[in-house]
């Protein structure tokens, strides 16, 4: 199967909104207390959007420059800085599974021998809705999904 040009499109979206999403969690740091569990949720962007890197390589796509991507990720910080962290909490427990739906697509779309990594980017979601799971269930262990993911190496490119 060949890659279309919406998955391309979508890879390269996926990519950058990872990275985005990096900045706008650790710009977060500044509103709350929980400042090592938005840290470690930060790094699982990074973790995920170097998963996929090397597909970016293979199709030769060029993400924007980080700092434009920052910009963007920053401006989604305003509507949750505000909230409390058990507001926040549910909001990522209600939020992130429609972007797994997302993920699912994407993968779906992809050739076939793209998907180990992006099945890579897709679990990091599943850490983090686990992470917030458990955070409203005032799991002590609720760091562990997102510390799992981390520890996990990024697959080998097939
Ligand atoms: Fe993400």
Same mark, same amino acid.
């Given at each position: 199967?060949?890659?279309?040009k919406?998955y391309?499109d979508?890879?390269?979206?996926?990519?950058e909104e990872?990275?985005? =999403?990096?900045?706008?969690?650790?710009?977060?740091?500044?509103h709350?207390?929980?400042?090592?569990?938005?840290?470690?949720?930060?790094?699982?962007?990074?973790?995920?959007?170097?998963?996929?890197?090397?597909l970016?390589?293979?199709y030769k796509?060029v993400?924007r420059?980080e700092?434009k991507l920052?910009?963007?990720?920053?401006?989604?910080v305003a509507?949750?800085?505000?909230?409390?962290w058990?507001v926040f =909490?549910?909001?990522?427990?209600?939020?992130y599974?429609?972007?797994l739906?997302?993920?699912a697509e994407?993968?779906?779309?992809?050739?076939?021998?793209?998907r180990?990594?992006l099945?890579?980017?897709?679990?990091?979601?599943?850490a983090a809705?686990?992470?917030?799971?458990r955070?409203?269930?005032?799991d002590?262990?609720?760091?562990?999904?997102?510390?799992?993911y981390?520890?996990?190496p990024h697959?080998?490119?097939?």
């Amino acid at each position: 199967m060949s890659a279309s040009k919406k998955y391309l499109d979508t890879l390269l979206q996926y990519y950058e909104e990872e990275i985005s =999403g990096e900045a706008y969690l650790y710009d977060l740091i500044n509103h709350f207390a929980e400042k090592e569990k938005l840290t470690l949720l930060a790094k699982v962007e990074r973790h995920a959007a170097i998963a996929v890197a090397p597909l970016l390589t293979k199709y030769k796509l060029v993400p924007r420059a980080e700092d434009k991507l920052t910009e963007e990720g920053l401006e989604h910080v305003a509507p949750h800085a505000a909230m409390e962290w058990r507001v926040f =909490g549910q909001y990522m427990a209600d939020r992130y599974p429609r972007y797994l739906d997302d993920f699912a697509e994407l993968e779906n779309m992809a050739p076939h021998e793209d998907r180990t990594l992006l099945q890579f980017l897709t679990s990091h979601e599943v850490a983090a809705i686990e992470f917030a799971r458990r955070e409203l269930e005032n799991d002590p262990e609720s760091c562990a999904p997102l510390s799992q993911y981390l520890a996990t190496p990024h697959p080998l490119q097939t």
